[in-house]
């Protein structure tokens, strides 16, 4: 079992910056690929960022260039550094964990933490 537990979250103006934390315990080394995702009210949730233990990351569309996936394995952290941020970022972001290939999901998902962009 793996537990996942984010931080970070808060309100910040358009333009304003955020990190995201994931703290990962538990059976911590049967994960290869950690992402970060988000759901909008009324939308679905959506994958936005993902670093697998080799280091690839895969980034959507609308983040690229804006946000910052990284992972710290001797600490069992992933970070998401989201800059420039606008108000359709507005979001619960939510860790996972345990996926097999980059950009699916897996089985391990954390609480969530709510970032709002509104001025």
């Known amino acids: 079992q793996v537990q996942l537990v984010e931080s970070g979250g808060g309100l910040v103006q358009p333009g304003g910056s955020l990190r995201l934390t994931c703290a990962a315990s538990?059976?911590?080394?049967?994960?290869?690929?950690m992402g970060w995702h988000r759901q909008a009210p009324g939308k679905q949730r959506e994958l936005v960022a993902a670093?697998?233990?080799?280091?690839?990351?895969n980034y959507a569309d609308s983040v690229k260039d804006r946000f910052t996936v990284s992972r710290d394995a001797r600490l069992n952290r992933m970070y998401l550094q989201l800059d420039n941020l606008k108000p359709e970022d507005t979001a619960v972001y939510y860790c996972?964990?345990?996926?097999?290939?980059?950009?699916?999901?897996?089985?391990?998902w954390g609480q969530g933490t709510q970032v709002t962009v509104s001025s």
């Open positions: 670093v697998s233990s080799g280091g690839t990351i």
């Open positions: 538990g059976s911590t080394f049967s994960l290869k690929t």
């Open positions: 996972n964990a345990g996926a097999q290939r980059m950009w699916s999901t897996g089985p391990y």
